[in-house]
Each structure stands twice: as C-alpha cells, then as structure tokens.
C-alpha cells in the first residue's frame, strides 16, 4: 500500500472537527449527573426540613401550629446541614389546613410545607447555555423541592367535647 504525502493531517482535521462535539457530549453527561446529584440532595433536604417543622409546629396539646417556631427550627437545621452555603439556600415555610373534624370542629387537620430553592453552580463550560436557570451568564441550575407533612399534634381528653 503507497501512502501520499500529500494527504497528510486528514486524520488530524477530522479530530478537531469531532472532538468539541464529543467533549461537548461528555460534559452534559457529567453535568447531568452533577444535577442529579444536588437534585437528591435538595429533595432529602425538604424533606427533613418537613420533618422538624412538623414535629416542633406546636407547643400545646390541641394549640394552633406557629409558623415563626416552624422558620426559627428548619433555618437552625439549615445553618448545620448547609454551614457557610446555607446563605444562598432559600427555605420557604407555609402552613396549611387540610379538614377540620366533623365529630370535634376544634381539631384542624394541617400539614406544613417546605420549599427549598437550591443553587446548583454548573461546572463544565458550554452546558450553562441549555441547562442553566435564567439568566443563563450566571451557570447556576436553580433546583426546587416541595415537601407536604402532615403537623404531629396531641389533643387533650378535654378537647373531645
């Protein structure tokens, strides 16, 4: 087989014309497993957050849930779980009446719920222009996970009547 000299650096331009494309594959790959990664993260974080603000929703047997005790506990949590990241974290916290006891119109059924926006910093270049959040200079994904629990509350004997 005769090679050409002529021919030289095919090879070459061939390379560099599928190489970005291939890195550019490889990089959303990643990029994905990144985002799901955080996404995990951001939803188990809700969910425990769900969790304390359920529990230590009310003082009293029968009391009415307090939404400024439910922010003051999951804002601590966030503080611990988070540390100096917990700045750029937003938690949101709402309270919500579900039914009320047709026996004993004085228990309200209610469930508290957690939103937490989660900044996701993406990491490889060129996979900000179709999975980033607006505006899409920053490279930030942001990720929202909602969780429903239901508030533990204990009723009096009392209170049945």
Known sequence: MKFCKKCGGQVTAELMLILPVFMLMIFFVLEYG????????????SYEFARIGSLVAVKKPSGRPDRTVITQKVNQAKQKV???KAGGIGVNVK???TGV???YKKHRHEDVIITVTYPVHLLFPGTSYVLAS???????RRIKAV????IDKT?????TK
């Open 134 to 140: 607006e505006p899409k200079r920053e490279g930030i």
């Open 95 to 97: 309270v919500e009446t």
């Open 155 to 159: 009723y009096l004997s009392s209170d």
């Open 147 to 150: 969780t429903r629990m239901p």
């Open 82 to 84: 988070f540390g100096s």
């Open 34 to 45: 990144n985002i799901a990664y955080h996404t995990v993260i951001a939803n188990h974080a």
């Open 101 to 103: 006891d047709p026996m």
